[in-house]
Structure formats: structure tokens, C-alpha cells
């Protein structure tokens, strides 16, 4: 059996794990009602030392606090999770407490999973908008972290090719960018200038293009109302981008298909920019102690990032609602943020928490993953048709980076956008 093989049954089998146990659980709810009534809180994190840690911790300090409620966490693989949520659903048997990625928190509010998490908005003051999970106005989730994308290089790197270092601040322009390129290439020191991590996949794709493509004025989709793509993904601002990015492919400054790690790429010398996310920051700083972190250049409309990881929903048709929702403000406190943040090593996703860690405080060697993610994070389409919207522009992507038309693939993927939108019914409630 091959590994993928194994994996996928190794998945399959989880999710019937967890089904059998939600049954039980349900079977079991109508116990002793003079005890404390039992919260079950499903996560992603099963294998993730670091990060069940400070689950368990929040989950021991709140049952501990009080005994109206006993919160009981059930973890699994995060290949497994999300078929898991969709089974449990299926069957009546979601638990009252989930994490979700944030980008799936609109789909799976229309699709019926979570609800608003009811709590006031004043918990959410000094919060990085990106670490919110937003539906029509309404918080549905909060996140603990939040990841930056960014680019890397070394001082060296730039000081022999006569390249100024950019800042937060005053970022390179898309003419610098295009510059600093050429300046790296010609130094005939690297297999190409930039490693823009093009081997990757799946939800990559979306993560770290599409603000390339926000920040040269197009998008994924038309925020107004988030009916159509045409014209946001297929106009002039779009195809420009397309251009751009095939470009660098053609003009030898980037590969079609980079190597499957591309941090570890960066650090046997294959490039001399790599374009990639806060995640590679202790690897490149450990092989490189000239290492700078740079933002990403303005390509027209100003710098643009991407925005949002894993956050905490309330299920909907929990039967301890008040419960679910005492627990949830109960640990969106500051000391669990800094926990988190510290065990996971990304940025913490309150100003208040950040203020606390050394690194991302003021003057921090990370701070400026913080101020990237407070000001220039664009959050991925807060709409159900994300999904759908995110695997038609991998296509489109790969597409383009192969040589094809840009502007027929951006026609075709708007329409095929706009024709899952219309077979949903626009994807209302």
C-alpha cells in the first residue's frame, strides 16, 4: 500500500472514529442533569504537541473555574478533520465547539455548521481584523494567530547587487521590485533571482498569489456583493498580473515549478529572494546571519498579504449554547493568546498579546510579521462560493504559469466562478 494510500485510509477510519464516539455522546447527553452538563470541543490540532497544550491548558482552567460545565476536547489529524465536521453534520452529531480554517467559516455558516458566537464586540478590540471569521457583519469565529506572507534574503545578497533594503514603510514599487531582479540575476551567483515557492499547491495557490493580484488593483471576486467574478478576475488590473507573473518565468527570473520545499532551497543558495511565509523565519535565521525579512513590494495599489488561519466557532444546534458561549469568552483572554502565540511561534492576533512577547513587541526582530499582517492583510473572500472560488484560480494559476492565454484562462475562470454562484442560488441562506 503506498503511503498516500495509507494515509487516506488512515483518515477514513478517524472520521469513523469520531462519528461513533459523537453517536455515544449523543445517546449518553440525557445523563445525570445535577452534574455539570458536558461541552464537547472538537479541533485539527491531534498530532500538534505544541498547540494541544495550550487547548488542554484553556479547557483544564475553565472546568476548573467553575462547575456548571465540563469541557471534553476531542483532537484528531488534520487530514481528517474537515471530512469529519461535514460527516458529523450529516448526521445531527456536531459537537458545540469547532475549529475551522478561515476561509471556510462563510461556507460553513451557509451550510448550516456554526452560528454568530454571540459575544460582545467589545471582546474583539485590539484584535488583527484577519483572525476574525466575519459573515455579513456578525463575528462567527476568532483565531489566537494569525501567519504573514513575506519575502527573504541576505544582506549580502543585496549589497553586492546595489539593491536598497525595503521597509513597512517605504516598500520597493513594482519598477524596484523588477530591478532588484535583475540586479540579483546579474550577480550569476543563483539558479534564478526569486523563488516565488511555485511548487506548491491547493490552498497556497489562493493564500499567496491572489494578494499579487489585489495589490495590482484586480481580485478574486467583486466585494460588493460577492455575485461575479467578472470583471475583478478577467479585467485590465487582472490581466495584468497574469502578464507579470508569466513574465518572470519568461524573462528567467523565477521557476515554472519550484522545488517542493522552497524555504530549504532558499537556504542551499538556489535564489536570492524567496517569496514564502512567516512560517520560514527560525530556518532562513538559523542558516543566515545576515538574513533580512522584506515586505512585499507595491505593485499598484500598495503591498497585500494574505490573512487568516485556524479560529474557534460555536456549532450550530449546540445544546449548550450559554455554555459554548461562556467557554469561548472565557479563553479569548490575553494570557491564552500569549500562550499560543509562544507554543506555535506565529503572531499573536491581539496588539495586547503582542505588546507582551518580547518578539513581536516593539522593536521585536519579529514585529514585522505584526505590522504586515495590522496593515497590509487582505482576508480571502468572506463568501460560501470561497471554496469553488479558491480551486478555479489554482487552475487559472497553473495555467498561466505553463504559458497559456491569460486572458482566455481569467474568462474562463470568472465564468465558472459565476456559474457556481448562480447553481447556488447565490449562495443565500
Known sequence: ???????????????????????????????????????????????????????????????????????????????????????????????????VDSPNVANWAWAGYVQPLGLPEATFEGQLAGTLGRVDGEVYAYGYFDVALAMFSRQSTLDDAGVRVPTVDDPWTKD??????????????????????????????????????????????????????????????????????????????????????????????????????????????????????????DLGTGPKIGAGSWQWALAKGCDEVDGAREYLE???????FVQYAEAVGLIPATLDAAAEIPAYAEGGKNRIYLEMADRFAVVRPETPAYPYISSAFEKATSDILAGGDPQS??????????????????YHS
Not at 472546568?63 to 469541557?71: G, L, P, S
Open 409 to 426: 484562462i481569467l474568462d474562463r475562470a470568472a465564468a465558472d466562478i459565476d456559474r457556481d454562484i448562480r447553481q447556488n442560488g447565490g
Open 1 to 99: 500500500m503506498s503511503r498516500r494510500n495509507r494515509r487516506i485510509v488512515a483518515a477514513g477510519l478517524t472520521v469513523l472514529a469520531i462519528l461513533a464516539t459523537a453517536a455515544c455522546s449523543a445517546e449518553s447527553g440525557g445523563g445525570d442533569t445535577d452534574g455539570p452538563q458536558t461541552i464537547d470541543l472538537w479541533t485539527h490540532a491531534g498530532g500538534n504537541d505544541a498547540e494541544l497544550e495550550i487547548i488542554n491548558t484553556i479547557v483544564d482552567d475553565f472546568n476548573a473555574q467553575q462547575d456548571r460545565y465540563t469541557v471534553k476536547i476531542q483532537d484528531f489529524p488534520q487530514d481528517a478533520y474537515n471530512d469529519a465536521v461535514v460527516a458529523a453534520a450529516s448526521s445531527g452529531n456536531l459537537p458545540c465547539i469547532v475549529d
Open 176 to 297: 524596484e521590485f523588477m530591478d532588484a531582479l535583475a540586479a540579483i540575476d546579474k550577480l550569476d551567483r543563483f539558479d534564478y533571482a526569486l523563488d516565488m515557492s511555485t511548487g506548491g499547491a491547493g490552498e497556497w495557490i489562493s493564500y499567496g498569489y491572489s494578494p499579487q493580484l489585489q495589490s495590482f488593483g484586480g481580485d478574486l471576486i467583486d466585494r460588493s456583493d460577492f455575485q461575479s467574478a467578472e470583471g475583478a478576475l478577467n479585467g485590465p488590473e487582472a490581466l495584468e498580473w497574469a502578464r507579470w507573473f508569466r513574465g518572470m518565468v519568461e524573462d528567467g527570473y523565477m521557476a515554472q515549478t519550484s522545488g517542493e520545499d522552497a524555504t530549504a532551497d532558499f537556504v542551499n543558495g538556489t535564489s536570492g529572494l524567496l517569496y514564502t511565509g512567516n512560517w520560514a523565519d527560525g530556518t532562513v535565521k538559523d542558516a543566515f546571519d545576515d538574513a533580512v525579512v522584506l515586505p512585499p513590494p
Open 330 to 336: 472565557f479563553a479569548h483572554d490575553t494570557k491564552y
